[in-house]
Structure formats: C-alpha cells, structure tokens
C-alpha cells in the first residue's frame, strides 16, 4: 500500500482546516476603525462622535458574518459614539427569534482623523 496519496490528502484537509480558522479570525473581529470625515461624523456635547448609524450599520453587518459566528442579530439603534477613548454607549438590537439585546460598543482609542472601537457580542 503506497502511503503517498494518503500523506497528500492529510496535508491538503489540514490546508483546509487552517485556512477556514484563518478565515473566521478574519471575519469575526468586533474592533473596527473608521475615518471621521464629513460623512461620519457628527458632533456630541461639542466632541466629534462617530455617527450612530455608522455604529449600527458596522455593528450589524459584523455581528454574524458566518454562520458558524455569533448569533444572527438585527441592529435597530446606536448612539452616537464620541470620539473620546473609554467612551461606551449600548446598542438596541433584536435576535433572530425577535428578543431585545444591548450591545456594548467601546471607544478604544482615537485621534483627529479616525475612532477605534469595538463592539461585544452579547
């Protein structure tokens, strides 16, 4: 029995598997940075604040990119988020079986020109 073929299929599942582990590392971040430009930004308490509706439109297309990632959740509502670094504001959302859910998002740091921040899934 040649054991090469079976060496080659080992190899290319592994490939496999490594390469989907590397794909849902990727795609299931919750920390996400955006530029405060004209578009983005918006004014809180004389601060520059990130928009709610960029919050909660990033929020809701990462909450569950894949199937196998979180929970499906539909974002109603953010805040607007200032950028100031520790700021925290709650999102409203709903599950996919229609329940309430607050979603914490988190400033983690921000300059001038763009807000990082991150989101938990709840």
């Not at 590392?25 to 990130?50: C, H, I, M, N, R």
């Not at 709610?52 to 990462?62: D, E, F, L, P, Y």
């Not at 894949?66 to 959302?93: F, H, M, Q, R």
């Amino acid at each position: 029995m040649e054991r090469r073929p079976l060496l080659i299929t080992g190899a290319a599942l592994a490939a496999v598997a490594v390469g989907g582990g590397a794909l849902t590392y990727a795609v299931s971040g919750t920390e996400s940075t955006t530029g405060l430009d004209k578009f983005t930004t918006v004014t809180v308490d004389g601060q520059k604040a990130l928009s709610g509706n960029i919050v909660a439109g990033r929020t809701q297309s990462k909450y569950s990119p894949l199937p196998w990632i979180g929970d499906e959740a539909s974002v109603l509502k953010c805040p607007d988020l200032k950028a100031v670094a520790g700021t925290e504001v709650t999102c409203a959302a709903k599950d996919g079986d229609g329940k309430d859910l607050s979603i914490p998002v988190t400033v983690v740091r921000a300059d001038a020109s763009s807000v990082t921040w991150k989101f938990e899934r709840v």
